[in-house]
């Protein structure tokens, strides 16, 4: 993993390159010594098997041997890169022939590293059905780099150690991947689960672009907790600063990068790693910065993340406004290094993003740092959070007086340099115009600002902002010639202030600017030249990054629909066709269905809710195996058919419990249909479709019952689980002939035996409804039989345990159902509008009783009633409680609120009118 700095300017840049690599074959060496041992042979390539016979100890001793003979020889003169070569090669081909096999010549590898710039990208592609082909080519930031015109005696390729790793359980392989050459590695793309790993603990100095196929891969592999926490601390770290090389390169779109960002927040822990994803997400930042707008949307996306973080470090205990703040963990507890860092970084982050509390902790701290006694001075790890805080905040009077009083800080003779350091940069944060040309003016003079840091703040300091930058860049032209005539003697500084000044921006208009300002001032830059030819060069490539990549970044800014917690109303569903497979022994479900949609708009999109959390016992609640989209069509005859639209991607978004669907191409508004396939296991809780047991007669049975209300119908199919998206439904349950009776909220129009064991029930086709009142019951029950008929032909049924009902329990609530229905169609003056409604008395129930439309589920106590056994509360409870559910048939089903704000629709109004129900069931009560 190359961790070079990219605005180094070409000269430096080649030198630090030198080093790196040298660095990095050294250790290669080192590490191919110490690993030709006879218990981890098999991890070192085929050329290497004849050094078997060294030991660890020894190989280890013999490379540190070779060092040492090299400083022994060399001290107090001066040697030659060959000279180290000689030494490394006594070692690592001691006893071989020049024409062994694992012969290798130091000479002719580390010439590769350090005779040329640069490093390697090495390509991983499909070569065949069987195979992963492995080659090599030079990383350019961008094709603005101009370090590409320059020859190479080895044309930009390199000795390059390839390590790689198979599957979760293979082992790691070793091979050099030399000059011109390709390395071939089998690989099974037949496997949908196989994936390959390259570079691990990113201890290879080169980049690794995998294709889409194989990067898709491991990325499936590694977006899940247990894979992911396998990744060492290098590895996580390396594997996104490689994908933001790539990107920068312009061989991998911004979308994997940020992909692979959320992927790593979902499980990422680790300080490195999170500063890495903190970088990353502060590089698109600083790119897209002339964007005012984007810049503050991408800012907000990531505002939660820098608050989870915040609260996950428990930063608040540390970073208090109050006199209890905690003092930060200390290394001479386990761990307590690592989190103090940790929490100081979470706090930094969280100010940085706006968090609300921890900009509000800064102020204070900020307002009660009396700055000439040092009274309630904040702790030093968290002074720059505090100071960059302050000043990065939105501009008026207080800011300004917060500035001075930093200011006055600064100037005052017992600050100390480093602390210095840190109030500049914090400075020229300030968001206004006239203060920091107030500031530029300081710096030249010499007086209140040091010669040796003026150019460092004016290129530095003042020019890390947008606004920054512009003042920067016109201070610049407008005082030219006096800073070149009073900065001779500091070229160096000189050539950091042009660099520091023009490198960020990126915009063409910008550039042409610059360009014309200096057009006549080339011949006089003197060092500044090669800064001021880098600058351009980082300019361009900032305007080809803008090119390429803002509108993905665009895209990712502005919050997902996916993201809202209610679903768009562009997609409304008008019909489901349900399949369930019920298997109680084995407690699992499938289920298949047709979702028929109307899309009123065009969209890229398609959302239903699906709730497939992760349960504590075993796998996920609902696992959707199969997906597809389909329009309707019309022949030229006036015939319809569908027409199948592809799904470029799904996935789930547990947050809102959301499956997305993005198309390859745009949907047109008409009519479609989404097909689903999904299986689960049936849950003992008490939502969705679940499991409980009773006992009878000594034997312990199992009845399937259900509660969808509020948001559990998602974890039955998938749905549109909002009221306002009624649909009419279609259902279909295959149920085990141990279980007889089988109730939905519509009668069943077929029974089939599909062997000796199942049966398939086929129900009628309800009316449109909200999937809040969809219910299930599968259970060895009895129901009142025959069943009662109201005036207007309802049939009417209490089911529950055979035992109750066997001795009557159901007869009471039967017939008040059918009185009480008979009421409510004169009191509302609309019939009910379902052909039977069933009452079941369920063991094991949350609530006391649920309104399902033609399907009402109650607890035992609230519909059984036996007359010898129980007392006239029991009954007087039970018909209440009837009389209620019955008035949601009408208030709360038949209309019913859009969102669950108005549930007082519902409930206020059954409450009212279970009064009238029960008045008229038992007028005798005299309860109104």
């Known amino acids: 993993m190359p961790n070079s700095t990219l605005s180094l300017t070409p000269r430096v840049q080649q030198c630090w390159s030198k080093l790196k690599c040298l660095w990095m074959v050294l250790e290669r060496i080192q590490k191919t010594l110490r690993l030709q041992l006879g218990t981890i042979s098999r991890n070192i390539s085929t050329v290497m098997q004849n050094n078997r016979n060294y030991a660890r100890n020894s190989s280890t001793e013999n490379f540190e041997n070779a060092i040492k003979k ?54 991983v592609r499909r070569y065949d059905d069987n195979h992963v082909i492995i080659s090599q080519r030079r990383f350019l930031i961008s094709d603005t780099d101009v370090s590409g015109d320059k020859d190479s005696p ?23 991947l030399k000059p011109h050459s390709t390395v071939l590695v089998p690989f099974d793309f037949e496997d949908k689960d196989n994936f390959l790993r390259l570079n691990m603990n ?4 080169y980049v690794v672009n995998y294709s889409h196929d194989l990067r898709s891969r491991l990325n499936n592999y590694l977006d899940n907790k247990d894979n992911y926490e396998k990744l060492t601390t290098p590895e996580a770290q390396g594997m996104l600063y490689d994908t933001f090389l790539l990107i920068s390169e312009g061989s991998t779109p911004m979308s994997e990068g940020l992909n692979l960002i959320d992927m790593m927040l979902k499980y990422e822990d680790r300080l490195v790693p999170l500063r890495e994803i903190s970088r990353q997400i502060s590089g698109v930042a600083k790119h897209i910065s002339e964007n005012e707008g984007l810049n503050k949307k991408w800012k907000n996306r990531y505002q939660k993340v820098a608050s989870d973080l915040y609260k996950s470090t428990e930063a608040s205990r540390y970073f208090k406004s109050t006199d209890d703040e905690e003092d930060l963990p200390t290394d001479d507890v386990e761990g307590g290094f690592q989190d103090r860092l940790k929490v100081v970084f979470a706090v930094n982050m969280a100010c940085a993003y706006g968090v609300q509390e921890c900009v509000d902790i800064a102020t204070a701290k900020f307002d009660n740092w009396n700055m000439e006694t040092g009274e309630n001075e904040p702790k030093a790890e968290f002074k720059a959070t505090i100071m960059n805080t302050v000043m990065s905040k939105d501009f008026n009077e207080d800011v300004k007086k917060q500035w001075d009083a930093l200011w006055g800080l600064y100037i005052n003779p017992a600050t100390s340099a480093s602390e210095k350091q840190t109030i500049y940069y914090a400075l020229g944060l300030i968001q206004n115009n006239d203060t920091l040309i107030e500031f530029s003016n300081y710096c030249l003079n010499s007086t209140l600002v040091r010669p040796s840091d003026a150019l460092y703040i004016l290129g530095r300091s003042i020019a890390q902002t947008r606004l920054g930058r512009h003042v920067s860049l016109e201070f610049l032209k407008a005082n030219w010639t006096r800073i070149t005539e009073e900065f001779t003697d500091a070229l160096f500084a000189v050539d950091a202030y042009v660099a520091g000044v023009l490198s960020d921006f990126s915009e063409k208009a910008d550039l042409d600017d610059i ?17 001021y030819e880098s600058a351009l060069q980082s300019i361009r490539g900032n305007i080809a990054w803008r090119e390429e990549h803002e509108s993905a970044v665009e895209e990712a800014a502005v919050p997902s629909i996916w993201e809202d917690i209610r679903l768009p109303t562009n997609v409304v569903p008008s019909h489901y066709d349900v399949k369930l497979k019920i298997d109680m022994t084995n407690e699992r479900f499938t289920g298949s269905e047709y979702v ?23 796998g996920y609640e609902m696992n959707v195996t199969d997906h597809s989209v389909h329009q309707a069509l019309t022949r030229d005859d006036g015939t319809e058919y569908f027409e199948s639209r592809a799904v470029k991607e799904a996935l789930v978004y547990p947050e809102n419990n959301y499956y997305v669907m993005k198309m390859d191409e745009d949907l047109e508004p008409g009519s479609y249909k989404l ?37 559990a119908a998602r974890k039955v199919m998938p749905c549109f689980d909002e009221p306002k998206f009624k649909a009419n439904f279609s259902m279909t349950i295959e149920a085990e002939k141990i279980y007889p009776v089988v109730l939905w909220n519509m009668p069943v129009k077929k029974e089939v035996d599909v062997d000796s064991n199942w049966k398939k029930y086929t129900f009628d086709t309800s009316v449109k409804m909200s999937t809040y009142l969809l219910a299930f019951i599968v259970a060895d029950f009895k129901c009142t039989d025959p069943p009662l008929k109201t005036t207007n032909g309802v049939e009417v049924r209490t089911c529950g345990r055979k035992g109750p009902v066997d001795a009557g329990e159901d007869t009471y609530s039967a017939e008040k159902t059918k009185v009480i229905i008979e009421e409510y169609e004169k009191f509302y003056g609309t019939k009910f509008p379902l052909p039977k409604i069933d009452s079941v008395a369920v063991p094991d129930f949350s609530a006391g009783a649920m309104e399902n439309w033609g399907l009402i589920l109650y607890r035992e106590t609230a519909l059984l009633y036996n007359p010898n056994k129980d007392t006239y509360s029991n009954k007087a409870r039970v018909n209440t409680v009837v009389a209620h559910e019955l008035a949601h048939q009408w208030f709360g089903n038949l209309v019913t609120m859009k969102w669950w704000n108005d549930l007082w629709l519902n409930e206020g109004f059954a409450s009212y009118v279970e009064w009238i129900g029960t008045d008229k069931s038992e007028p005798n009560w005299n309860y109104t």
Do not use: C
């Open 70 to 123: 090299y400083v022994e020889v060399y001290q107090y003169s001066n040697a030659e890169q060959s000279e180290l070569y000689e030494e490394l090669s006594k070692v690592y081909n001691a006893g071989k022939d020049e024409t062994a096999e694992d012969y290798m010549n130091i000479v002719e590898v580390m010439n590769t590293w350090t005779l040329q710039m640069n490093f390697p990208v090495v390509d």
């Open 154 to 176: 080895y044309g930009y390729q390199w000795y390059v150690p390839i390590e790689y790793k198979i599957g979760a359980s293979g082992d790691i392989k070793f091979q050099w």
């Open 202 to 205: 990113s201890a290879g100095y």
């Open 515 to 531: 360009e014309e300002f200096f057009a006549d001032k080339l011949d006089t830059l003197g060092p500044g030249r090669a800064a």
């Open 596 to 618: 028929f949609v109307e899309v009123h708009e065009r969209t890229s999109v398609l959302l239903i809710h699906i709730n497939n959390v992760h349960s504590d016992t075993e």
């Open 675 to 711: 097909y689903f396939e999904w299986e689960s296991r049936l849950v003992r809780g008490l939502d969705g479709i679940y499991i409980s047991s009773y006992e009878e007669n000594g034997v312990q049975k199992k009845v399937l019952a259900s509660q969808m209300e509020p948001l």
